[in-house]
């Protein structure tokens, strides 16, 4: 394809591929999530080859490459990514874990809807939102729309959505599955897009899995989750909510301006939706343990 | 070295919020490995760092503290050099 147009959490992504770039092929998990529309939150233009970096760029923000990555063999520890300023223009530089000959700079902005994507080291065709271009488009994206992007799992049972946030290891699969088991609808199992609409909070998933559809719901609660010997829910407020939130979402802090804009975010959203940390057993009694604590 | 003369301000390389009668503070970083810490300042710890303004003492703070919270000096010197002692990262002495 020449061009295409992603709904992604309501965020419309509109990809072209200049004169000179490959086709573009997106990867399958974002199938369902190609869509027509006439207007859009950002387009990004994708271009062949190898963009050098203006000269006395500042690196702002470097990630190395996280501990593991399914089924990729990491040979070099650092700068998986990284994020560049040079005046006002913003630089993301990246590397890919399954294509480690193919490199990436984006151009991007937090006020011009109009990016800029160059990619090397391709074939005659590329996705050009493989793994981790992906979270980081959608990253800025809630960043400019003061959303919030969050490691958890989301269902919703009979209209009421609860949301499972968690590092690794917590349990947001485990309880989603169990959720899932008794009818509830899953939204996802591992990450999530926080908006608010219209005065009320949704949760939307993202591409993550072969066959992710997009799917929404709203959020009643929020829930800190961990395993436990026991079901057990501890409401939390104010500061303690804000700060256990916070430390599970996604989250790029060089930036004063958008650090204050995001605590702005998870702080008003924790005045307006019950926090509470979560102990669970792994099976069905912790449904009617949320049910019967409404 | 902080002593009760020094006077203290709030550095830039971190960002607050105050929620309620609490603040949280967020760190500036520029890795991705330093995004954990994320500190919360209940009532006390508040009334403390509000009082960092780059005017007042560190006895100053003392002094505000024992008479906040109507406990006697050796205790309010304890609590703010503590306060002090762990939140130094995010300090400036004037």
């Known amino acids: 394809m020449r061009n295409y147009n992603l709904n992604i959490a309501g965020y419309i992504i509109r990809l072209e591929s200049s004169d000179e770039a490959p086709d573009l092929l997106p990867a399958e998990r974002f199938q369902g999530n190609i869509c027509q529309s006439e207007y ?85 065709s590329t996705d050009p939102l493989e793994y981790p271009l992906d979270g980081l488009v959608l990253y800025y994206l ?92 501890v409401p939390v407020t104010g500061a303690s909510a804000v700060s256990l939130i916070i430390a599970n979402c996604i989250q790029h802090n060089y930036n004063p301006e958008l650090i204050a804009r995001f605590l702005g975010a998870v702080s008003i959203m924790s005045t307006v939706i019950p926090v509470a940390k979560l102990h669970f057993k792994p099976d069905k009694q912790i449904i009617d343990h949320i049910l019967e604590n409404e | 070295m902080i002593g009760l003369d020094s006077v203290l301000s709030h550095s830039s390389l971190v960002v607050t919020r105050k929620t309620g009668n609490e603040y949280v503070l967020v760190p500036i970083a520029d890795n991705i490995a330093d995004m954990n810490s994320v500190y919360t300042l209940n009532e006390t710890g508040a009334f403390i760092w509000e009082l960092m303004d780059g005017k007042r003492t560190v006895n100053d703070l003392v002094q505000a503290l024992a008479l906040e919270y109507k406990t006697n000096i050796e205790t309010a010197q304890s609590d703010v050099l503590s306060f002090i002692n762990k939140m130094k990262e995010y300090l400036i002495i004037e």
């Open chain 1, 40 to 124: 859009y939150d950002v387009v990004i233009k994708v271009h062949h080859g190898y963009y050098p970096l203006p000269e006395n760029s500042e690196r702002l923000f470097v990630a190395p490459y996280p501990a593991d990555i399914k089924d990729t063999k990491i040979t070099t520890r650092d700068n998986f990514w990284s994020v560049y300023r040079h005046q006002s223009g913003m630089f993301l530089t990246t590397n890919f874990p399954a294509n480690q000959n193919k490199t990436a700079v984006l151009k991007f902005s937090f006020i011009i809807r109009e990016w800029d994507l160059w990619i090397d080291g391709t074939d005659a």
């Open chain 1, 142 to 233: 809630t960043v400019i729309s003061g959303d919030i992007m969050i490691h958890a799992s989301g269902v919703n049972l009979d209209g009421h959505g609860y949301l499972f946030s968690g590092t690794s290891g917590k349990g947001k699969s485990t309880i989603a599955s169990i959720f899932g088991g008794s009818g509830a609808r899953v939204i996802h199992d591992d990450r999530l897009i926080i908006r608010n609409t219209n005065g009320k909070y949704y949760m939307h998933n993202t591409p993550v899995y072969r066959d992710d559809k997009p799917a929404e719901s709203i959020i009643n609660r929020i829930f800190l989750i961990e395993h436990g010997d026991e079901n057990k829910i």
